[in-house]
């Protein structure tokens, strides 16, 4: 199967290698250099720009930061979905609101392609192993226009209902969860470093105990070694939790622990570490009250 995916970050380039592995013609979309030439070293094609992407292409993945690079890829100047065949189909990993994934499937109907609204979960080690969970909603043509694709990438993937917006709903749902778990992470390890406590066993207790969390046991590593090379960066929940916030607020829904958690993050954020990993909520503590971080290199 001919396969595009736009955006080989920490997720986009694990689904392409493992297209690439099952067999498929696959072609990467990424304006950095390095990850162009990662990709290639990975037995691909990558090109610098989505104007440059073959228009042959039966599937296009889109793994981009948010809903306008989304809508940017796909309808701006070089867009690929009126170049597209139709009856191809479209998958958007990328978390936005429902109601954008609602749109962009809109938008794709009358060129006649089809759209997966279809976020993803799991991180870079799911990503890396091919087998993320899907949140997937979309008509049943859809579902098997993918399934090459699917297949490759996935472990799980969930069939929400026949309209996109279900599939970015059910991942807004999971990234309230999980942002609110990281910032909890966050004030957790704070709190007991200020106590006193040693970090290690902080984590070896707790990741045996009822206090934990899978977010608690992926991410706590990275925070003990100090691990702060982004895989999922702080700006992210930044952008996700505000997704999770704004939807609530159309819904006039109080969302108390979300937005406590989404000022965790654009704390560090402003401190200058939106760019780190998201096991960092800590920093925000860090900043506030001067306790060392687990993992930090001493002067």
Do not use: Y
């Amino acid at each position: 199967m001919k396969v595009g995916v736009i955006g080989l970050g920490a997720m986009g380039m694990g689904a392409a290698v493992n297209l690439v592995k099952a067999g498929h013609d696959v072609v990467g979309v990424e304006p950095r250099a390095p990850g162009r030439e990662a990709f290639a070293a990975a037995g691909g094609r990558a090109v610098g720009s989505v104007a440059e992407l073959p228009d042959d292409r039966a599937a296009v993945v889109v793994f981009v930061v948010n809903a306008a690079q989304a809508e940017a890829v796909l309808f701006g100047e070089g867009g690929i979905a009126p170049r597209l065949a139709m009856g191809s189909v479209v998958l958007l990993c990328t978390t936005i609101a429902p109601g954008a994934a609602v749109g962009i499937a809109k938008r794709l109907a009358p060129l006649g392609v089809l759209m997966l609204d279809s976020p993803v979960s799991g991180g870079v080690k799911a990503a890396t192993a091919g087998t993320m969970t899907v949140m997937g909603s979309g008509a049943p043509e859809a579902f098997a226009a993918a399934k090459p694709v699917l297949d490759a990438i996935a472990q799980r993937v969930w069939e929400l209902g026949p309209e996109a917006g279900a599939g970015s709903t059910v991942k807004m749902v999971n990234q309230l969860l999980a942002g609110v778990h990281l910032a909890a992470m966050g004030e957790a390890f704070a709190l007991g470093v200020r106590a006193g406590a040693d970090p290690q066993v902080l984590f070896d207790v707790i990741s045996e105990s009822a206090g934990s969390s899978w977010m608690f046991k992926d991410r706590g590593p990275r925070l003990l070694a100090g691990d702060d090379a982004p895989r999922s960066a702080i700006n992210i929940f930044v952008k996700d939790l505000g997704i999770v916030l704004d939807q609530a607020r159309a819904l006039t829904f109080p969302l108390p622990l979300s937005a406590a958690a989404h000022q965790v993050f654009l704390g560090v954020a402003a401190g200058g570490d939106g760019d780190k990993d998201d096991a960092f909520a800590i920093r925000f503590w860090q900043k506030l009250s001067g306790i060392p971080v687990p993992g930090d290199k001493k002067d």
